[in-house]
């Protein structure tokens, strides 16, 4: 009997480090570097994100067929040195910076990666990091042909490129090249609103309806030009990257009419506005790149990847006015997701492995990819550290939870395998009552510890979507942004539409107010019983008691920490923070029941690597 083809996938050393494995072409198991050792967007080679892998998978690293990693840094190294050269000598404090690192560790890849794998001495295969993106978004897809998008900061020299997808096989037909970039784009404002890069802009997202377009001109005048197929070119004279160590330089604070916002400074009406502007824009790019990928290729689906495939609300308007008729997107679209690429790669070209499109389902399996815990080891780590907990049973326990939410509680909810993204869909999240207009602001400052204007997403039952939201269509990964009905929404009064601004905050949008944003829109993600039974009951047993089948769903973490992965992670967040109750597996605790709190000593669940 021959054995099985294990492939195991790898990005690191740049941001958001991952490993994913396949058996056999199908995904076993994928996870984030930064969910194990705790620093968000580790960039570092993950160690423990493999040794999970392959302990979820039953194998060691002498039974794995090839090992892939997400991109070509020699290709990138030769785009830094020409960058540099191109500017030289501006530019020179940053090559002292980044020249030593390449030359002790990213040049010599090849044999960081086998002594990183514990002395692997078999094949190791590379692919480009947007083949890698591209492949993410293709292979998993539920479709057996589609038009492929990628968009994102910068791979080796490409920043976006388009292709097609056919049964095993995808061709990437065009690129644009760095320093020309939507990401770089977005994240230039990023950091110029005072907000983190890589991270924050989400936040830039959030930020977006409070404000006005005031700065749209001022961007497509002097900023970019963009051309009808979506392509544009970066005025360089406004920006910092390619030879300082920012985003941003004094003309583009010029332009926009003073310095980058201090981090964690109180925003006003100009931060509102730029993240407004921006965001329309990009929004405008990515029509026109998809409407342009649609005359050249004659596709009805379209497949996404890369950062920028993050941006929901673009999402949304790509599925309401562009020209495809079906939309998917790579739940971890980001740098993570390009380890899950990078081993599809292998699977169909280099072992010409089949692939089969699931009967319209993809093959993602909820994006739940990550480590689950025994009723044993939670119960475990729960008598350990003197917790109060019940065992209901599974029907009393999702009642119980399910009346807790009515009444106003907020819920700590780990269950299952955790989700490979930045997002959290069921399995390791905070959960609220979207009917509450205090719970968006209650969950912003006593629970995530974030700025109060940024929104939280629904999570709804599939089959009911259409009743709450503009959308009828699967959106499983919190992917896409969607107005909510309008015979749900509640007009403004004459005093609340003289508000401005941030003072738009706290009225209520809709008869779901804390996950509908002032702009009456929501991030949806709609739920089946059949990926995820425990989380679709819930919400079903919550419509039972409201008739409302709906709920806030917002990642199980505090503001600058990644998600939890472990129970004692979860644990932990719930002792600090005001969540009511926490639901472990079959377990439920109660706050009040509990122990005063005390920190105890730093503490993470390894997985080894043999």
């Known amino acids: 009997m021959a054995s099985d083809n294990i492939l195991l996938g790898i990005s690191a050393y740049y941001h958001d480090s991952a490993a994913a494995l396949l058996r056999n072409g199908e995904i076993v198991a994928a996870a984030s570097e930064e969910r194990f050792t705790r620093k968000k967007g580790d960039p570092e080679f993950p160690t423990q994100a493999v040794a999970y892998c392959l302990a979820e998978a039953g194998v060691g690293m002498d039974q794995v067929t090839a090992v892939g990693f997400y991109d070509k840094p020699i290709l990138k190294f030769e785009r830094i040195l020409e960058s540099y050269l191109s500017v030289a000598p501006r530019g020179f404090r940053q090559f002292l910076m980044a020249g030593p690192l390449w030359v002790k560790d990213k040049l010599w890849i090849d044999r960081n990666l086998r002594k990183s794998l514990g002395g692997y001495e078999g094949d190791l295969c590379y692919a480009e990091h947007h083949e890698s993106h591209a492949a993410s978004a293709f292979f998993p897809s539920p479709f057996q042909e589609a038009a492929i998008l990628t968009m994102d900061g910068v791979g080796e020299w490409a920043t976006s490129s388009f292709g097609v997808g056919r049964g095993s096989d995808i061709q990437l037909v065009r690129e644009m090249h760095w320093p020309d970039s939507i990401g770089l784009l977005y994240s230039a404002f990023t950091y110029y609103t005072g907000f983190k890069i890589n991270s924050g802009e989400y936040k830039v997202m959030g930020l977006a309806p409070y404000g006005e377009p005031k700065f749209v001109k001022l961007i497509y005048d002097h900023l970019i030009d963009l051309r009808e197929d979506g392509s544009f070119r970066l005025n360089q004279d406004y920006f910092g990257y390619l030879d300082s160590l920012k985003m941003t330089n004094e003309k583009f604070n010029e332009l926009f009419g003073g310095p980058p916002r201090e981090p964690e400074s109180k925003l006003t009406q100009r931060e509102m506005d730029l993240a407004r502007s921006v965001q329309d824009v990009c929004e405008e790019i990515m029509l026109r790149m998809a409407r342009s990928v649609h005359r050249e290729t004659g596709m009805e689906n379209l497949c996404m990847a890369g950062g920028v495939a993050l941006n929901c609300v673009g ?138 204007f940024r929104p939280f997403a629904p999570s709804v039952l599939r089959e009911r979507v259409a009743d709450y939201f503009e959308l009828d269509t699967d959106s499983p990964y919190m992917l896409l942004v969607a107005p909510v009905k309008q015979e749900r929404c509640i007009a403004m009064n004459e005093d609340q539409s003289k508000l401005w601004g ?109």
């Open 315 to 452: 999402n949304g308007r790509l599925l309401r006015e562009g020209p495809f008729k079906r939309l998917w997107i790579q739940p971890a679209a980001g740098d993570a997701g390009g380890s899950l690429g990078v081993a599809q790669l292998m699977w169909h070209r280099r072992f010409a492995g089949p692939r089969t499109a699931n009967g319209g389902k993809d093959g993602m399996k909820g994006a739940y990819l990550g480590p689950s815990f025994k009723p044993d080891e939670i119960k475990s780590y729960l008598d350990e550290v003197g917790a109060k907990y019940h065992e209901p049973d599974r029907a009393t326990r999702l009642t119980q939870v399910a009346q807790l939410l009515a009444d106003g509680k907020i819920i700590g909810w780990f269950n299952g395998r955790m989700e490979f993204g930045p997002r959290s869909l069921g399995a390791r999240s905070i959960l609220g009552d979207p009917r509450s207009p205090a719970m968006q602001s209650q969950m912003n400052i006593k629970i995530k510890f974030r700025e109060g």
């Open 502 to 610: 941030i003072e738009q905050l706290n009225v209520p949008r809709s008869d779901i107010p804390a996950v509908t944003h002032i702009d009456y829109s929501a991030r949806v993600q709609t739920v089946t019983r059949e990926v995820n039974a425990d989380y679709y009951d819930l919400i079903s047993e919550f419509d039972r008691i409201t008739g409302c089948p709906v709920l806030v769903n917002t990642s199980f973490n505090v503001r600058g920490e990644p998600i939890v992965c472990t129970p004692r992670d979860a644990h932990t967040c719930f002792m600090r923070t005001h969540i009511d109750t926490l639901v472990l597996g079959p377990y439920v605790l109660h706050k009040d029941e509990q122990e005063e709190w005390t920190e105890t000593e730093d503490w993470r669940w390894k997985f080894q690597l043999d």
